[in-house]
């Protein structure tokens, strides 16, 4: 199984970016996928997850300002982010998990991309 994150970029500030996050593997069926960030020399943090039922989640900070959203049939993670902010600059990271046919099997797994930066100029 494995993420493939885009869109990220540069942007000024109050702007707007949207990034994408594709899964790609023989996918059975996908629980949880959710958007992480790190800033530099910062730990990585929650940003938004999305559950399979569409229940959301945000972290204060980007509250009101980031809406993420899934689509189901392409496998798809998406975070839109308005009203960007210097401090919403950093590497940012899209995870998921949920099951993959092996063989015969629905085996579990739980997978990271490999991260698009975002930079915030003010």
């Known amino acids: 199984v494995q993420l493939q994150a885009s869109g990220g970029g540069l942007v000024q500030a109050g702007g707007s970016l949207r990034l994408s996050c594709a899964v790609s593997?023989?996918?059975?069926?996908?629980?949880?996928m959710g958007w992480h960030r790190q800033a530099p020399g910062k730990k990585r943090e929650l940003v938004a997850v999305?559950?399979?039922?569409?229940?959301?989640n945000y972290a204060d900070s980007v509250k009101g300002r980031f809406i993420i959203s899934r689509d189901n049939a392409k496998n798809t993670v998406y975070l839109q982010m308005n009203s960007l902010k210097p401090e919403d600059t950093a590497v940012y990271y899209c995870?998921?998990?949920?099951?993959?046919?092996?063989?015969?099997?629905?085996?579990?797994?739980?997978?990271w991309g490999q991260g698009t930066l975002v930079t915030v100029s003010s």
């Open positions: 995870n998921a998990d949920g099951k993959y046919y092996s063989g015969s099997y629905r085996t579990n797994f739980g997978s």
């Open positions: 999305i559950t399979s039922g569409g229940s959301t």
């Open positions: 593997g023989n996918i059975f069926s996908i629980n949880y």
